[in-house]
């Protein structure tokens, strides 16, 4: 089985100053990562996934994650974060597995961004 | 693009009603997941389905059942309602179960209010 810790449940942060979210995963077999951003009264948009190949991720938005599987994390960085960003961020991960296919979501973590 | 489309998109109930929500995947798309996110919750999987099957289940209530329909859309299926199955409820899809590395799309959500 997989979880997802996200390490702040809430993140203050100037506007156009840089943030990364934290996120780390437990799993006993390899696993496909993902970022989902929730905007308030709004359904789940995929910001950016990790499947395999280079650790970097480039996402929608100006985001980007790094996968670190020695530290089994998948932090996520914007270098200047716009008030456009506040929302809810969910890291999540999934079984690469035939049969194990569903996403396990994290708690959530809710950006703040100050003007 | 098409996107995963969810029927009613507001729901309100009462305590020991039935409610049934729909599911429309995208073209092509053989495989349906539904979330059910409480206030201030991350997303909790319920269940899900491929080609017509049920392929995992997740924390779903006795009182609630789904399934797949010869065109692939779904419905979740939910009787006797309580005051604590409000929450907004996410269907979403993707192609193919065999290979989990493809994006799931997650549905603008039908928020339920039982009363």
């Known amino acids: 089985a997989q979880s997802v810790t996200q390490l702040d449940s809430q993140v203050p942060v100037f506007e156009e100053a840089p943030v990364e979210l934290r996120c780390n995963y437990s799993?006993?077999?390899?696993?496909?990562l993902f970022w989902y951003v929730q905007y308030p009264n709004q359904g789940l948009q995929l910001l950016l996934k990790y499947l395999s190949g280079s650790t970097l991720v480039k996402g929608i938005n100006g985001f980007e994650a790094e996968f670190n599987k020695s530290q089994t994390s998948f932090h996520l960085r914007k270098p200047s974060v716009h008030i456009s960003d506040t929302a809810e961020y969910f890291c999540?991960?999934?079984?690469?597995?035939?049969?194990?296919?569903?996403?396990?979501f994290g708690k959530g973590t809710r950006l703040h961004i100050l003007p | 693009a098409a996107g995963v489309i969810q029927s009613p998109r507001h729901l309100i109930k009462e305590k020991r009603e039935t409610a049934t929500l729909k599911c429309y995947p995208i073209?092509?798309?053989?495989?349906v997941y539904w979330y059910q996110q409480g206030p201030g919750q991350d997303p909790q999987f319920l269940i899900s389905f491929y080609e017509k099957m049920q392929s995992d289940k997740g924390s779903i209530p006795d009182r609630f059942s789904a399934q797949q329909f010869s065109d692939y859309h779904s419905e979740l299926n939910m009787s006797s309602l309580e005051l604590g199955d409000s929450a907004l409820y996410f269907c979403?899809?993707?192609?193919?179960?065999?290979?989990?590395?493809?994006?799931?799309?997650f549905g603008e959500g039908s928020w339920l209010t039982v009363v």
């Open positions: 999540a991960v999934r079984g690469s597995g035939n049969r194990d296919d569903k996403i396990i």
């Open positions: 799993s006993s077999v390899s696993v496909y």
């Open positions: 979403a899809s993707s192609l193919g179960a065999i290979y989990s590395g493809n994006t799931i799309y």
């Open positions: 073209p092509r798309h053989d495989t």
